[in-house]
């Protein structure tokens, strides 16, 4: 057991250290010149060099790989060249409306996979089985952007059921008081009612929009485990020793095909990571999907570099947890060889 | 098999094998190749997805040819129409035929796609050989390699590449296909291992065959059915993938008529009432990517050595 977790804790900083060194060779070594994309293409050779030498592209190659990986690890992840802001406060000021969608966003993917699952494996039924068969396909390969539109299409311009884009209260909402910044939380802790509803009203759009494609992913997983754990003996013998059939099928079938799906969180983290990027900016979501949508528009360059060396680093730390907690729950991995996604 | 104690519905696993599985070896190349190619073509259930792909390459071919619009031909009296019989997808913001641009993006995004999996294919292709054929030092430093690939979210070091090399087309293309080279390469190295370990390998072996020949005839012909399964479901990624791109400006720039751009420049209208503009190459956008992972899966059915694996 400490072996497999050493193992994988090793493994890991591995993959982040490869990931930083991808990172650096990608955006520092190739021939497209990060100096002169900062300054822009209009600017004079004198404003490039100088700016060469501010971020140390005139040092020995390996130096700078030291700095680059120091000043990230350090949180010194320098300013935003569109505002002159820290990379580092734009990113704080923003945490908090993306970790929001996100979690809500997972909350009902997960609870709708989970139901829908159910649904058509204990229920028996075929046909709403061929529909959410169909929709998880059309939800894998439907891009979450085209999901937003459609969504904003019907709910919003058809229907006037849901807000439209504009961020995450409507105008005649101030934000709660900052606990946790989130702000349906904040605003039950200020017993805010009317501000707690409508940050749920504009969370609902972007989070379906978000989490769809993970959705699909699980559902499809979650009912593959469900019917084919069904068949296992042990459940014959669960039934042949009187359990009730829901019984069964609660406590024997239900957690075993849960299992796999843990292994999906790494996968959802990174539908989530990119999908921030290209739906926030359709519904004006203030995260830092579309800070750093509007940092590629600008071509700015230190706050695009910082959220993809973040991104990296979250999901290797995701992936490490996701197995760590696998060997935990589940006995038979427990053997040295353990799958990553 | 049963259908089990406590659940029906599920279809049973023997009914979506074909009739005759392909045997595993015994047969020479050419004619398992053949069979399997039969088998594929004889399916019902993949016509689906084979005939709309088909259609879609059809589309993309003919459309730009015969069409009286072509795809930047702007005409600002005429913008932001409706659908109609003289625009059946409408017009866009300059005026421009929105069904000519789908048609020319169709065009766009099945080319670059189809490089970017050949080249994904072939790079990650031989990587996964190379590890699992020879293994020892290089098979270690290549996958360490593929770990580093796999430690971003994919479409994050998609738009790691492009931000790095450039922005453009081209680039987007690289940063797609980057992605998709740890994946070739796990799946074939692993299915190196697989089949070296079986015995007709030893047999051939044992017959003073060499060592790039028993590769060559017997390895790499193995390989190829779980090879073209990835292949489908990685067309349907990358078609994704640059779409969403050129979503974000980073792929295709204007005026070029890529799906993800084309959907871009048509947001802002969407709510005003002007759909037509951007839900017509989504619509593209989602019709191909699905059609693409139905045939992965289809295939997977059909040809997967390994039976019933991952079918999710």
Known sequence: MGAVIAR????????????????FIIMRALPGNPARLIVGPLATPHAVASVRHEIGLDKPIFTQYWLYISHFFEGNWGYSYADGKSVSSLIGERLGATIELALFSFAITMLCAVVFALLVTYRRRPIADRILRGVAYLGFGTPPFFVALILLIVFFKSLHWLPGPEGRLGLQANPPPTVTHLYTIDALIAGKFGTFWSSIEHLILPGIALGLSSFSFIVRLLRANLLEISREPFLTVARGKGLRRWTAFRRHALPNAFLPTLTAGGLVLGEFLAGSVLIERVFNWPGIGSLVFDAIVKQDYAVVQTFILLAAVMFVLVNLIVDLLYAVIDPRVRIPVVATA | ?????????????????????????????????????????ADRKIAVPLGVIVLLVLFAIFVPIFWTYGPNKQDLINSLDAPSFTHPMGTDQLGRDVFARVADGARISLIVATIVTVAGALVGGLIGLLAGTIGGISDGVMMRLMDAILAFPPLILAMAVTVGLGIGLNTAAIGVALVSVPWYARLLRSEALRIRSLPFIEASYAIGMKRSRVISRHVIPHMLPVLFIQMAAAFGYAVLGLASLSFVGLGAQVPTPEWGAMITEGLSYSLTGQWWISIFPGVGLLVTVTAASMLSDRMRDLLDPRGEYARL
């Open chain 2, 1 to 41: 098999m049963s259908s089990g104690p406590l659940i029906l519905g599920a279809e049973e696993a023997s009914s979506l094998r074909p009739e005759s599985p392909l045997e595993p070896s015994g047969a020479s190349v050419a004619d398992r190749a053949r069979r399997a190619t039969r088998t594929v073509i």
């Open chain 1, 8 to 23: 994988r804790i090793v493994g890991s900083i591995g993959a982040i250290f490869g990931a930083t060194v991808l990172a």
